[in-house]
């Protein structure tokens, strides 16, 4: 009786309880049987395999790619390091990419080759495997920058100068875990047949954003002479997340989610005459949690938090703008105070913030308005909301990383209104996405069972 009042979802988990429990019980009892009397490295191959034999395919792949990105692209970045000691900027860019291919094909034919992908295509898959290999290559310059290891200083010197910033050491740390960990998540939904249209989103925003900010400053900041044919390395990462977002979106049923809302519209209007129907109560509940334009109502109280939580950030964004523009107001001056640092010479803090200034301050305000009039959110708005977290939470993250490094030169500040000012950044965009998150994720999930 209990099972059969429950949601799927909750029947799958307990029945993957249930499995583990059993099954897990039984490898790790063959696991110690055949581990006996052998040594730690043969304990720890079966212990190994048994995980692999439990997980999906998907999660194998990842992993392979995972472990052969790590050691061969160190391996690869070394030789090409060696290679490009003492040559010019277009050697050390044709050694780059002739090292990136030789990566991105042996991973392809170690373990991707002839793999049946469910969702999205073999191409992407490639794709993927070069950007893995990019986020291993992004780890060693970030450990080059913070001074840890110079494998790859040579990049650094001849290919993308700008990179030798804080604000440098903190985009290459989020691309080497962030970005690594959803391009293995990528690989495993492809594989698997998962949807993965949340991951996406706040890949888009976190790379698009991420993007948009270094290609304005290298090609105004102090570098600006010194762009390097390297530069032309960050072409596909500007193309394909637009590419993937817009496949992925295509397969989603958070993009039908309105449609259905339509539809169920128009059937009401068609069987309004049946008073059975007008009177019963799946129709005025329809009706109450639901507009014609596909916008899920949100509670009260949720809806009076992150409306001022976004009214505070559009104040906090517009002030950081005017900063960046120089503006001689006594708010944009004392912004300029809190944040000395806004202002470097590399110009990624003030591409950053008029970036915020006018495509988040917009959204803000657009999204404030929806809760205020329509008191509910969309799935529009929120798969928008899912690419606004992404840039927000990497934005906000480098942004830090990059005023306490030492590259700073002292250009830091560690008041209280600094980390207020920050946290209330990334708090507004949590809540913003969580909130849309929680309301429309059960509107979608009914959907599906409508369907």
């Not at 469910?118 to 990019?134: E, H, K, N, Q, W």
């Not at 334009?293 to 409306?307: F, N, Q, S, T, W």
């Not at 950030?313 to 517009?318: K, M, Q, S, V």
């Not at 700073?408 to 507004?428: E, P």
């Amino acid at each position: 009786a209990c099972l059969f009042a429950i949601s799927q979802g909750t029947k799958k988990s307990i029945l993957v309880a249930l499995i583990s429990s059993t099954l897990g019980s039984l490898v790790l009892y063959i696991t110690g049987y055949l581990s006996q009397q052998s040594n730690e490295l043969f304990t720890f191959l079966v212990s190994t395999l048994a995980c692999l034999f439990a997980i999906s395919q998907g999660t194998k792949k990842s992993i392979l790619v995972a472990l052969i990105s790590s050691t061969l692209g160190s391996l690869v970045l070394y030789i090409t390091g060696y290679l490009s000691q003492q040559s010019n900027e277009l050697f050390t860019f044709l050694v780059s990419t002739l090292a990136c291919l030789f990566a991105i094909s042996l991973i392809y034919v170690l373990v991707l080759h002839n793999q049946p992908v469910i969702t999205g295509s073999s191409v992407y898959l490639t794709f993927f495997s070069f950007f893995i290999f990019a986020c291993v290559a992004d780890l060693w310059l970030a450990l080059a920058i913070d001074g840890i290891h110079p494998l790859v200083w040579f990049y650094i010197e001849s290919g993308e100068p700008y990179f030798r910033s804080g604000y440098g050491s903190g985009l290459n740390w989020w691309d080497a875990t962030v970005h690594f960990g959803l391009y293995l998540r990528f690989v495993q939904a492809m594989v698997d047949g998962q949807d993965h249209v949340i991951a996406c989103c706040i890949w888009f925003g976190s790379i698009c954003g991420s993007l948009i900010i270094i290609t304005l400053s290298a090609f105004t900041g102090a570098h600006s002479s010194s762009v390097a044919p390297s530069f032309l390395l960050n072409i596909p990462f500007m193309v394909v997340p637009m590419l993937y977002l817009a496949n992925v979106l295509s397969f989603s049923s958070y993009m039908s989610v309105d449609a259905v809302a339509i539809n169920k519209t128009s059937d009401d209007r068609n069987i309004n005459d049946d008073r059975s129907f007008k009177n019963s109560d799946d129709h005025a509940n329809f009706e109450n949690n639901n507009n014609n334009d596909g916008i899920v109502k949100v509670p009260m109280l949720y809806r009076i938090i992150l409306v001022l939580l976004l009214l505070i950030t559009i104040a906090i964004y517009l002030a950081r703008g005017f900063a960046a523009l120089g503006s001689e107001s006594t708010l944009a001056v004392l912004y300029r105070e809190i944040e000395p640092f806004m202002m470097d010479s590399n110009n990624f803090m003030i591409v950053q913030s008029l970036l915020q200034l006018f495509y988040v301050v917009p959204l803000y305000v657009y999204a404030s308005f929806v809760m205020a009039t329509n008191g509910g959110v969309s799935s529009r708005l929120f798969l928008v909301s899912a690419v606004n977290f992404g840039h927000i939470a990497q934005s906000e993250f480098v942004w830090v990383k990059a005023v306490f490094h030492p590259l700073s030169q002292g250009l830091t500040t560690g008041s209280g209104i600094f980390w207020g000012l920050h946290l209330i950044s990334v708090m507004s965009a949590v809540v913003f996405v969580v909130v849309s998150y929680v309301y429309m994720g059960s509107r979608n999930a009914g959907n599906r069972k409508n369907e």
